[in-house]
């Protein structure tokens, strides 16, 4: 595991809480390499501690989830299980529970 990749779960499994999403983008902004996001996606997809780093919690900058390394359905399931709300594979009220929109 690279160091970058640590940094990605560290910061993932440390900051965004159950029942928040945040963006590939706003990931690498947290993890200072705001221009990272697409290796942000790769290190999500190589994850070996999901779901204790909740890599379902990652989804594209207009909401929708975006792949899953596992099937999108486990994917929504968690995200469902954390009361979030997913209609047609994208976050309902996605402004609302992002969580750097929380931060600013």
Do not use: W
Request: aromatic residues 8%; contains cysteine.
């Amino acid at each position: 595991m690279t160091p970058f990749q640590q940094k990605c779960y560290q910061t993932l499994k440390d900051k965004v809480p159950a029942g928040r999403v945040i963006t590939y983008a706003g990931l690498a902004k947290l993890i200072n390499h705001p221009n990272a996001y697409r290796a942000v996606g790769s290190a999500m997809n190589k994850n070996p501690f999901a779901p204790e780093v909740p890599c379902h919690r990652v989804v594209k900058s207009n909401g929708d989830l975006g792949d899953f390394a596992e099937d999108i359905k486990i994917k929504i399931k968690r995200l469902k299980k954390e009361g979030v709300e997913v209609a047609s594979n994208k976050i309902v009220n996605f402004k609302k529970i992002n969580y750097l929109s929380l931060k600013n």
